[in-house]
Structure formats: structure tokens, C-alpha cells
DNA sequence: CCCATTAACCGAACAGTGTTAGGTTAACTC
DNA sequence: GAGTTAACCTAACACTGTTCGGTTAATGGG
């Protein structure tokens, strides 16, 4: 096919598709060849509208990351810790396959720096500490990111002779996956109100 | 070659440097042909002694998880949660490499598994319902977990433009990485401190 | 002691990955 | 209308995890 009448990719395009496969196939399941044969075209073609896959994901990332709040402020900081924190995690749990690669990568990224820059501030104006509210900030994405990954509630087995006898406390896990959602929101609820709380 | 006199190849020697090919290149660093080539041997042998490449990760993180301890319940379920989770941070800040794999993949983990049952065996003991103890006991996980991802203190630049003028309350923030090591800690203990206070 | 079996390794290959180089043709600009 | 650029293509490279079939040494039985 020589260059089309109307282009068949663009940035937007591309980083929509990418989004569906990943919320679909999951983060394994994206490949370049895929990704390109799912918009009709050539793997290598996608390359004259990215760079590497890498900042694709990047680029994805930053996309998912743009519809967090971080402007709760006005009521007070813990009530703006626990908005920021809900705000954060349903940006995530909304495309919970994309969270290990946010997870692994280093923070720098744009859309995340400009958040974690107004969440410190707020926490300053508060009267804390710098270095107190850098570490305020950290711990609560500790727990946002450690209840986005999720291994957890949804990890578990539905057999139940997978636990029954080995593990006695949990001889009902093989119930968790069918209330892994509600649990998984209520674990992050309580875990964040406790934390907010013992500040 | 052929058959050697004595074997090159053992489970424990494969594990053992697998984990120091991860710990020295990161998890994207090991492929099985570099680990075959630190042990003296080609790829295909590996299979001989490991059913798949994603199994011997499991096995390298039980082996970490391993030396998780679950155990100082006996002075009060506020003191045993906070050891536990010191416990299970240690284990996985001494090789945070691997890390994103333990994130990834779900929880079923033998090793794993064990340890949360006699976590949440405690709880119940210690008067909790055995729901809130499953909540509880997935808030710890995502401190540990979120901590031990760790891609905040340490995934700042250390270029000063970076954040100058574009994060007003960042502009410190190129100084993150020569005191992440601290900072990570301080971060996690404050989180889990103020956790703890709060249920 | 010899023979059959098994265990441990190797070479080559398969299907898949991200990515690049070089080519082809349509659309746009002067 | 000619020249440039943009958008796609095919083909290939260097990888990846994994499997198949072969080769040889160690081991157990008669």
C-alpha cells in the first residue's frame, strides 16, 4: 500500500488502540505487530508516529494519569489526601493492566511529577514539613499503587482444595474472587483511612 | 559436550544465579541464554532442571519470601503487624529487581500463601472479624508492596532543570536520590506507623 | 565384565519480539 | 508540472523462550 488518501494512524489513534488491547489482552498481550495489524497497517509504520514502544506505554500512561484530581484541597489536607488517593486509584482501576508497567518504570513523568508537585504543596501550606510531606506523599501512593496492582483479593484461587488443610485461616479464600472488586475497594478504603487517620 | 563427570547444573545454582543476574541487569536483563552462559552451559540445558522460565522466577521469589517472618505476633497484633512488615520489607528491598515480578503475577504463591494465613490467623485472634483481617492484612501488603516498588525516591532525576520552574514545590527534588535509600525507609515506617495508629 | 538404560548436555530450529533500512507512491508546495 | 515530503510497505536483524533429536558419560543389573 503506497502512502493512503487520508492517513490511517495518528498519535491519538494509535494510543486508543494500544489502551484496548492492553485492557483486553493484558499487558503481555501488546505487541507491535498486533497493535498494527489491529489498525490495519504494518508494524514498521507505526514507527514514523512513535518512537519506541516504551514511550507508547509512556504516552498511554500519561494519558490514564491526566484524569487524576489532585485539587481537593479546599476542605482541609486530610480530606484532600483521602480525594487525591480515591481520585488516583479509580484512574488506575479503570485499566488495572497497565498499573505494573506504571509501577515499574521510574516516577519522572510528566503528568505524574505536576500532581505529586500540588499534592506536596498543599501538604506544605498545611504546615507540614518538607521532608515530611514528601514522605506523606509517598505513603500514599504506596497504598494506591499497592491496591491498583491488586494482586492480592483477585490473585486468589476459586477451588477451595487449594486452601482447605494447607492454610487454615484461609479456608474461604477460594471465595474471594467472586467479591474481589467490593473487598479489593473496601481493603484500599480502610487502608487509607487508617493511615490518613494515624497522621 | 557431553555428558559431564560431575553436573554443572542444579535447581539451587540455577536460582542462585538467576537472582544475581537480576540483582546486577534488572529483571529485563535476565534471559535464559545469559543465564546459561554464566553457568558454562547452552540454553536448551537449562530445561533439564527448570520447567519454564517463569517458574524458576517463582521459585527465586519464594526462596526470597522465604525469609519472611510472620512471627512476632506474641507481644500484640499492633507490634506483630509492624514486625512482620519490617520483615517482608527487608526481604524485598535486598533485591527490589525482582519485585515487579512478585507485583505482577497473582498471589498464589506457595510461600506467600502460608504467610498470610498466619497473619490473618492473628488477626482473628487478636478479636478482629476474619473480613476486616483480610482487609487489614491486604492495607500491610500494599504498604510493603508500594514501598518495595519503590519507583518514587529513587526514580527522580538528579539533574536540578528538571524541576526548576516547572514544579515549584519539587525544586529540591534532584537531591531525592542521594538520600533515597534513607528516605525510602523513613517513608515506609512513617506510612506504616501512622497505619497501624489508625485502625 | 558387559550391556541397557538413563541423565546431562549440545546444536539447530521455530515462532515470536522490538526495531531499522531502504523502497514505493500519493499528496502537497512552488 | 516538477520536486519534496509524508505515509505506508517489504525485508531483515538481533533478540527472546522453548522444543526436538542427537551424543556421550555415568549408573544399575545379570
Redesign the pocket.
Known amino acids: ?5 487520508t ?3 495518528s498519535p491519538d489513534r494509535i494510543r486508543s488502540v494500544a489502551l484496548a488491547i492492553i485492557d483486553r489482552d493484558g499487558l503481555d498481550g ?5 497493535l ?1 495489524a489491529e489498525l ?10 512513535v ?4 514511550q ?1 506505554l509512556n504516552d498511554v500512561a500519561a494519558t490514564i494519569l491526566s484524569s487524576v484530581d489532585v485539587s481537593g484541597f479546599s476542605s482541609g489536607w486530610r480530606e484532600g489526601l483521602i480525594r487525591c488517593a480515591r481520585s488516583y486509584r479509580e484512574a488506575l482501576s479503570s485499566h488495572p493492566n497497565i498499573v505494573p508497567f506504571l509501577a515499574y518504570g521510574p516516577a519522572g513523568r510528566e503528568e505524574s511529577l505536576r500532581r505529586l508537585d500540588i499534592l506536596h504543596g498543599a501538604l506544605v501550606d498545611a504546615g507540614w514539613s518538607r521532608r515530611e510531606a514528601t514522605m506523606i506523599a509517598a505513603g500514599l501512593m504506596y497504598i494506591v499503587f499497592g491496591s491498583a496492582l491488586s494482586s492480592f483479593s483477585s490473585g486468589f484461587s476459586s477451588d477451595p482444595a487449594d486452601y482447605t488443610g494447607r492454610y487454615p485461616h484461609l479456608d474461604r479464600a477460594h471465595l474471594l474472587p467472586g467479591v474481589a472488586r467490593e473487598l479489593d475497594r473496601d481493603s484500599f478504603e480502610l487502608a487509607l483511612a487508617a493511615f490518613v487517620r494515624g497522621l
Chains 1, 2 share one sequence.
Do not use: E, F
Open positions: 500500500m503506497p502512502r493512503p488518501s492517513p490511517l494512524l501488546l505487541s507491535m505487530r498486533k498494527a490495519g497497517v504494518q508494524a514498521a509504520s507505526l514507527y514514523g508516529h518512537r519506541t514502544k516504551d507508547l
